[in-house]
């Protein structure tokens, strides 16, 4: 929020709460500047500036359609591919290259750019992996790991959920046009916002940082949610399993940007979370250490270093044994 | 870690590997026709000159450099690619500030949003406005709110410093929300 002078356009432009406020994104900052410009009157011409350039125009895309594309791509792949036989006779076969290409053609699985048929896009993450996905049409998604997540290629407001994911859905506000995210549990429709979406341990639990949205049950019934509004849902079960208020976001959200946050867990509780997210088991020595309390922050994608700052933070040993987590209370030594 | 498939096709392609290549295109080819098609005004020269560009990007990928994010080492080639063809054709043999006059983006009525966002442009004939504007302004608009570019990206394509096309895009908003409100006086 607010807090120093804004004497220059750059200082409007780069001030997120400012660029919220243009976009009437957060009713928070929405309030806070429309008071702000009625007690700085003399900074209007400069605030409305401001505002049309981060507003700007908005173009009609007139790019050469799919089809057309498409066929130039064929002409082209057909030049490319003459030019790589025409390459290869002058070389001798070189194992190392077929390697690197395979090896390639691996990391396309790997890191989930490949289509199962022309029109799915499939997006999947391996254990310890995070994703940072910007769709087609602007909305971002950050997939967690062990996750997966597809969509026809028509239709990217449509999308498939297995496992967490926090999306960021870009308001369409000349179509109205909604953004449906569907599990096995529910469909969440979506018109701009925030909020993450977690379906692992047979339940899909929605957490909403901001914005609205509105949850559609297997079972039937739909509810409206509101910002740090929290609700976990089974379909199996047909119940409602948990709903809450005001959450801290920073519990739920906290693995998007590389982290996962304990506020004052049991051991045991916190290395589940470890276990979820890189794919590993882990087994307590003593009872002792499972009814440690621990907070603070680990990463997920370097088990090294999430394994050391536990270890120093609640005083455990942890050895890797055979992809296995040995964790013992560091006194028993 | 936000540019990884970015990273990774690059890492691909410059491995030979086709599938990674076709990404490429099929993700840039539209963008980029469309800026061509800008520049130079002609249907024929732009999509010559966009395949000749990819074959160049191809054959000489093993020359490229990592890049964490494609979109603006293609724009800025292409556009460099582009504006060699239009100067041989054109046979001018002074190259000085060629790049400025080359360049005239203008902008039809029909590829404006009728619903604009900001309540200044709402309703108003924008593409007539923005056809006034300055070359370089245009091009920077352009590529900001028609590419979607960041600032950091149209400075290496326009091939300036930072400071500048933020300044080229205020002036060019300011140049606008004047010829606007000169229009209103003039309705009113």
């Known amino acids: 929020m607010a807090k120093k002078n804004y004497n220059t356009i750059e200082d409007f432009l780069l001030d997120e709460s400012f660029n919220n406020w243009s976009k009437e994104n957060r009713l928070t900052d929405v309030d806070f500047w429309d008071e702000w410009i009625a007690y700085n009157p003399e900074k209007k011409e400069l605030v409305n500036e401001a505002k049309d350039i981060i507003l700007g125009i908005q173009f009609k895309h007139t790019e050469p359609n799919k089809e057309k594309t498409n066929a130039d791509w064929a002409v082209l792949e057909n030049i490319l591919k003459a030019k790589n036989i025409e390459e290869q006779k002058k070389q001798a076969p070189n194992y190392f290259r077929f390697i690197g290409i395979a090896a390639s053609i691996l990391l396309l699985v790997t890191l989930g750019i490949y289509t199962l048929n022309p029109t799915k896009v499939v997006y999947k993450t391996a254990f310890g992996e995070v994703l940072n996905l910007k769709l087609k049409d602007g909305s971002l998604v950050t997939l967690n790991s062990n996750s997966s997540m597809y969509y026809y290629e028509n239709n990217n407001r449509k999308v498939w959920l297995t496992g967490e994911a926090f999306f960021e859905v870009d308001k369409k506000e000349t179509t109205n046009a909604k953004f449906w995210v569907i599990t096995d549990d529910l469909k969440i429709e979506v018109y701009g916002t925030s909020f993450n979406v977690d379906t692992k341990h047979e339940k899909t639990a929605v957490f909403l940082e901001e914005g609205r949205i509105w949850l559609a049950l297997k079972n039937g019934t739909t509810k409206k949610m509101i910002p740090g509004n929290y609700l976990s849902y089974s379909a199996k079960e047909n119940t409602v399993l948990d709903e809450k208020n005001n959450l801290n976001s920073h519990l739920k959200t906290s693995w998007k940007n590389g982290s996962i946050t304990f506020d004052k867990l049991f051991l045991k509780d916190a290395i589940k979370k470890i276990e979820e997210t890189y794919g590993i088991k882990a087994a307590f020595k003593d009872e002792e250490s499972k009814y440690k309390i621990i907070t603070g922050a680990v990463p997920i994608t370097n088990l090294d270093i999430c394994l050391k700052a536990i270890e120093k933070s609640v005083s455990v040993h942890i050895e890797k044994v055979n992809n296995q987590l040995i964790i013992k209370n560091r006194t028993e030594n | ?188």
């Open chain 2, 1 to 188: 870690m936000k540019k990884l498939s970015d990273e990774f096709v690059w890492k691909a392609l410059k491995e030979g590997d086709l599938k990674a290549f076709s990404i490429l295109y099929k993700t840039y080819q539209p963008r980029l026709y469309n800026y061509g098609l800008k520049i130079s005004g002609n249907i024929p020269v732009t999509e010559d000159t966009l395949q000749d560009f990819f074959i160049y990007v191809y054959e000489h990928r093993e020359n490229l450099s990592d890049l964490d994010s494609i979109a603006p080492y293609l724009f800025s080639s292409y556009r460099r690619h582009l504006i060699r063809t239009l100067k041989k054709r054109s046979k001018i043999v002074s190259f000085d500030e060629m790049d400025v006059k080359i360049i005239d983006i203008q902008f039809t009525p029909e590829e404006i949003m009728t619903h604009q966002e900001s309540e200044t442009f709402k309703d108003k004939n924008i593409s007539i406005l923005l056809n006034k504007l300055p070359k370089r302004q245009k091009e920077a608009i352009y590529l900001k709110y028609y590419s979607g570019l960041n600032t950091n990206d149209i400075a290496n394509i326009m091939e300036v410093n930072y400071q500048s096309v933020a300044n080229t895009i205020h002036k060019a908003i300011k140049n606008l929300r004047e010829e606007v409100s000169i229009l209103e006086l003039l309705n009113s």
